[in-house]
């Protein structure tokens, strides 16, 4: 084919996430950046249709221009978002101008009623769909969109009502922002089963940890205190936990990462115990948590 290895894998990767898939579903091609405004004002319209048509046969993939360069100069993208619909492994639809909910779902409706694109098994959704959507808002979360998170593993768990990853990223995702009784409700009205399931364990530390959240005031007179007695692990510990609680992660890292450096073995590694059911609450995939864990490592190991 007289391509390089970069671009075979480019090319290999393509292959995997778009042609095979478009060999019976219609698949929506979006091509993005993460600069780009109006990628980023686009992308929510674009999840909601693809999440709601996911029934008929319709699956979201977004490739990032930057990442993905060779791709995109086959596709000749010059500016973007730039969406197409793919069938079979071929462009069929250019949904670049479809900018409103109701022009794109004309548009995917016209489509539909001419391929004979594949629905979804009994008129739910494919595994592979709600899968791809679970990790569509384990993305949007860790780039700290806690509300747009939380809407689409909403969507996800009314088209997969017994897929426990999409539960468990509603609870992290309303937690994220800053919706932590909510949260609890959900998790509260969840099957037993679901509820003691090991992929809800993040769920459960984020809700725990959530229950440490105080008001602004409070939250200024325990930094206040703090900042006052840096030798007091108490109150260094109390302003780590409610600084967590009300979205400061940065500050509650950094007290407890100090913590550790001074006595690690404080109240029985209690510090290092909230350090990581912190990291296992934000995920361990998160590059937040990765940072933090290299800088963990740094003081236990030198």
Known sequence: MGLNLDEQKAVDRFRKNVVEPSMSKLVVLDFWAEWCGPCKALAPLLEKVAAEYADKGVVLVKVNVDEEQFIAAQFQVRSIPTVYAMFQGQPVADLTQARTESQLKQMLDQILAQLPVQAGADGGAPQQDVSQFVAMGEQVLADGDGARAATIFAQVVEMAPDNVPAHAGLIRALVAAGEAPNAQQVFDALDPAIQQDPAMAAAKSALEL??????????????????????????????????????????????????IARDIEWNEGAARAKLLKIFEAVGLEDEWVKAARRRLSQILFG
């Open 210 to 259: 959530a229950a440490s959240q105080v008001d602004d005031s409070e939250l200024a007179a325990l930094r206040e205190a703090a900042a006052a007695a840096p030798d007091d692990m108490d109150k260094q510990f109390a302003f780590a936990e409610a600084a967590f609680a009300a979205g400061a992660r940065d500050d509650a890292a950094d007290t407890l990462l100090a913590m």
